[in-house]
Nanobody
Protein backbone atom coordinates (compact mmCIF):
# COMPACT_ATOMS: atom_id res chain seq x y z
CA UNK A 1 0.00 0.00 0.00
CA UNK A 2 1.58 3.26 -1.04
CA UNK A 3 1.02 6.72 -2.42
CA UNK A 4 3.34 8.17 -4.99
CA UNK A 5 3.28 11.88 -5.76
CA UNK A 6 4.88 13.25 -8.89
CA UNK A 7 4.83 16.24 -11.19
CA UNK A 8 6.85 18.72 -9.15
CA UNK A 9 9.46 20.97 -10.67
CA UNK A 10 10.73 24.50 -11.10
CA UNK A 11 8.31 27.15 -12.31
CA UNK A 12 8.34 30.92 -12.45
CA UNK A 13 6.02 32.99 -10.29
CA UNK A 14 2.65 33.31 -11.98
CA UNK A 15 3.04 29.97 -13.70
CA UNK A 16 1.14 26.72 -13.33
CA UNK A 17 1.96 23.16 -12.39
CA UNK A 18 -0.05 20.00 -11.98
CA UNK A 19 0.72 17.34 -9.40
CA UNK A 20 -0.49 13.77 -9.50
CA UNK A 21 -0.76 11.10 -6.83
CA UNK A 22 -1.02 7.41 -7.68
CA UNK A 23 -2.44 5.11 -5.05
CA UNK A 24 -1.33 1.49 -5.15
CA UNK A 25 -2.63 -1.43 -3.16
CA UNK A 26 -5.82 0.26 -1.98
CA UNK A 27 -9.26 1.12 -3.30
CA UNK A 28 -9.03 4.88 -3.56
CA UNK A 29 -12.77 5.52 -3.77
CA UNK A 30 -13.17 4.56 -0.10
CA UNK A 31 -11.08 7.43 1.15
CA UNK A 32 -10.89 11.16 1.50
CA UNK A 33 -7.61 12.32 -0.01
CA UNK A 34 -5.57 15.43 0.62
CA UNK A 35 -2.48 17.35 -0.30
CA UNK A 36 -0.16 18.83 2.29
CA UNK A 37 3.03 20.76 1.80
CA UNK A 38 6.14 21.31 3.83
CA UNK A 39 8.37 24.30 3.33
CA UNK A 40 12.00 24.12 4.50
CA UNK A 41 12.24 24.29 8.26
CA UNK A 42 8.48 24.20 8.78
CA UNK A 43 5.82 21.71 9.73
CA UNK A 44 3.58 20.25 7.00
CA UNK A 45 0.58 22.42 6.23
CA UNK A 46 -2.79 21.46 4.82
CA UNK A 47 -3.34 22.48 1.20
CA UNK A 48 -6.49 20.80 -0.08
CA UNK A 49 -8.75 17.80 0.48
CA UNK A 50 -11.43 16.01 -1.49
CA UNK A 51 -13.98 13.55 -0.17
CA UNK A 52 -14.47 10.10 -1.66
CA UNK A 53 -17.17 11.16 -4.12
CA UNK A 54 -15.48 14.44 -5.10
CA UNK A 55 -18.66 16.28 -4.10
CA UNK A 56 -16.84 18.18 -1.37
CA UNK A 57 -13.51 19.94 -1.56
CA UNK A 58 -11.63 21.94 1.04
CA UNK A 59 -8.80 24.42 0.63
CA UNK A 60 -6.38 26.35 2.76
CA UNK A 61 -7.08 30.07 2.57
CA UNK A 62 -3.64 30.63 1.08
CA UNK A 63 -4.44 28.59 -2.04
CA UNK A 64 -8.17 29.13 -2.44
CA UNK A 65 -8.99 30.30 -5.94
CA UNK A 66 -5.60 29.27 -7.27
CA UNK A 67 -5.41 25.51 -6.63
CA UNK A 68 -7.88 22.81 -7.61
CA UNK A 69 -7.96 19.29 -6.20
CA UNK A 70 -9.60 16.51 -8.18
CA UNK A 71 -9.65 12.74 -8.38
CA UNK A 72 -10.25 9.83 -10.74
CA UNK A 73 -11.20 6.87 -8.59
CA UNK A 74 -11.19 4.46 -11.51
CA UNK A 75 -7.53 5.28 -12.09
CA UNK A 76 -6.63 5.50 -8.40
CA UNK A 77 -5.38 9.01 -9.01
CA UNK A 78 -5.61 12.32 -7.18
CA UNK A 79 -4.53 15.61 -8.73
CA UNK A 80 -3.63 19.12 -7.68
CA UNK A 81 -3.73 21.82 -10.29
CA UNK A 82 -1.80 24.88 -9.17
CA UNK A 83 -2.22 28.21 -10.94
CA UNK A 84 -0.82 31.67 -10.26
CA UNK A 85 2.02 30.17 -8.30
CA UNK A 86 3.92 32.32 -5.82
CA UNK A 87 7.39 31.92 -4.33
CA UNK A 88 5.74 31.14 -0.99
CA UNK A 89 4.20 28.04 -2.59
CA UNK A 90 7.67 26.51 -2.69
CA UNK A 91 7.57 23.28 -0.70
CA UNK A 92 7.58 19.53 -0.85
CA UNK A 93 4.03 18.45 -1.63
CA UNK A 94 2.64 15.24 -0.19
CA UNK A 95 -0.54 13.38 -0.92
CA UNK A 96 -2.21 11.69 2.02
CA UNK A 97 -5.04 9.26 2.70
CA UNK A 98 -7.73 10.22 5.17
CA UNK A 99 -8.29 7.99 8.16
CA UNK A 100 -11.57 6.88 9.72
CA UNK A 101 -12.29 10.16 11.50
CA UNK A 102 -11.96 12.47 8.53
CA UNK A 103 -15.35 14.07 7.97
CA UNK A 104 -16.70 13.20 11.41
CA UNK A 105 -16.10 16.54 13.08
CA UNK A 106 -15.59 20.11 12.07
CA UNK A 107 -12.03 20.70 10.99
CA UNK A 108 -11.16 17.07 10.52
CA UNK A 109 -10.45 17.50 6.81
CA UNK A 110 -7.70 19.99 7.67
CA UNK A 111 -6.11 18.02 10.49
CA UNK A 112 -2.80 16.45 9.63
CA UNK A 113 -3.10 13.75 12.30
CA UNK A 114 -6.29 12.43 10.71
CA UNK A 115 -4.39 11.24 7.64
CA UNK A 116 -2.83 7.84 8.04
CA UNK A 117 -0.91 7.13 4.85
CA UNK A 118 1.51 9.55 3.19
CA UNK A 119 3.39 9.53 -0.08
CA UNK A 120 7.05 10.42 -0.44
CA UNK A 121 6.49 13.97 -1.67
CA UNK A 122 7.39 15.94 -4.76
CA UNK A 123 9.30 19.23 -4.71
CA UNK A 124 7.76 22.37 -6.14
CA UNK A 125 10.02 25.38 -6.49
CA UNK A 126 8.60 28.73 -7.55
CA UNK A 127 11.15 31.32 -8.58
CA UNK A 128 10.47 35.04 -8.31
Amino acid sequence: VQLQAFGGGLVQAGGSLSLSCLASGLILEKYTMAWFRQAPGKEPDFVAAINWSAHNTFYADSVKGRFTISRENAKNMVYLRMNSLKPEDTAVYFCARGGNKVGYYSGSYYARHEYDLWGQGTLVTVSS
